[in-house]
């Protein structure tokens, strides 16, 4: 499985952003996808993440809940994450993560996401 995450920028408080994570390869091993981040000097942390399944629950963080928004594309084999009112703190690099049905993680590479005036 490969993730590739696309989307990370430079927004001002308040701001959104989107990001986009696309599975290939051996898609049909994913059972979910996420998205974590790792802030400046700190350890990684989940954001947000989504059952693949049709009908597929979510599970956000609660610093996520009421601004970010996880959801899924299955014909695109993608994943998105819309970031509303963004904040400085949300300033980290955020991870693409694909768990397979054994619980073996994916990731894909980090994108910047710098909340700054």
């Known amino acids: 499985v490969q993730l590739q995450a696309s989307g990370g920028g430079l927004v001002q408080p308040g701001g959104s952003l989107r990001l986009s994570c696309a599975a290939s390869g051996s898609i049909f091993s994913i059972n979910s996808m996420g998205w974590y981040r790792q802030p400046p000097g700190k350890q990684r942390e989940l954001v947000a993440s989504?059952?693949?399944?049709?009908?597929?629950?979510?599970n956000y963080a609660e610093f996520a809940k009421g601004r970010f928004t996880i959801s899924r594309d299955n014909t695109k084999n993608t994943v998105y994450l819309q970031m509303n009112n963004l904040e400085p703190q949300d300033t980290a690099v955020y991870y693409c993560n694909g768990r397979e049905y054994n619980g073996y993680n994916f990731w894909g590479q980090g994108t910047q996401v710098t909340v700054s005036s």
């Open positions: 989504v059952i693949v399944a049709a009908g597929g629950s979510t």
